[in-house]
């Protein structure tokens, strides 16, 4: 979700007045997904190294995670929206850290879309962190190091219990995946769009859901 700072700048607004359309932009892709039978909707919210931002947009940022948690939570299990979160979750504020864990155990039994939000997620960290823990095992003779394969990695990922995605959107122009499922997306299709994330909207994810639909995927065996 790429673009509330610069759909801010255009309009010279404060980068704040941008991240909160980017709210609004969460709130129409989450009410659009399940209606083109999207089962898994990841966001990139907050990255591991978002920390280098300002202290006063970094602050702004987890005071708008707050909001949302707050104020959505209820509506999303009414529309029976499952949510998980992805990330160092322990680099958190411990408020924050408890309402998340409290969206968690409301919504774990719905079953119409599972919404994931990546907070303070790297997948050099993920995987840094999946390497240590593996690396442990094997000290600690619980683990052959010649039983390791991809299977063992993806068991300790923080998405274990999700589908690899489909399709990675990228807003904004930019073209890159900046730390972001690089495991897990090995596979996926790629969609790049020069739309700024608080412009994003139900057209632009069904535009997306289409051509990712012309897509031939071989997954490299022919």
Do not use: C
């Not at 359309?21 to 009410?31: D, I, L, T």
């Not at 529309?79 to 850290?97: A, E, K, P, Q, T």
């Not at 399709?167 to 900046?178: D, F, V």
């Not at 790629?190 to 997954?219: C, H, I, K, M, Q």
């Amino acid at each position: 979700m790429d673009g509330n700072g610069r759909w801010a700048k255009k309009r010279h607004l404060p980068r704040l007045a941008g991240h909160r359309k980017g709210v609004e932009a969460v709130r129409r892709a989450v009410e659009t997904a399940p209606t083109l039978g999207i089962e898994v909707l990841t966001l990139y919210a907050f990255s591991s190294e978002n920390w280098r931002r300002p202290a006063d947009e970094v602050s702004d940022l987890m005071g708008l995670l707050r909001h949302y948690l707050r104020t959505e939570i209820a509506e999303l299990h009414r529309n029976g929206i499952r949510m998980r979160f992805i990330g160092d979750l322990s680099g958190l504020n411990g408020d924050l850290v408890t309402l998340l864990g409290e969206a968690a155990e409301l919504t774990r039994d719905n079953t119409k879309m599972t919404l994931v939000l990546a907070l303070n997620y790297g997948s050099h960290d993920e995987l840094t962190r999946v390497v240590r823990e593996l690396a442990t095992a094997a000290l600690e003779g619980t683990l052959d190091p010649a039983a390791i394969d991809a299977a063992a990695i993806e068991a300790r990922l923080d998405t274990v219990d999700l589908p690899p995605p489909d399709l990675l959107i990228r807003t904004s122009g930019e073209q890159r995946l900046s730390n972001f499922l690089l495991w897990q997306a090995a596979y996926a299709e790629l969609v790049f769009t020069d739309e700024l994330w608080p412009d994003f909207n139900a057209a632009s994810l069904t535009a997306a859901v289409t051509a990712f639909g012309t897509r031939d995927r071989r997954y490299g065996g022919r």
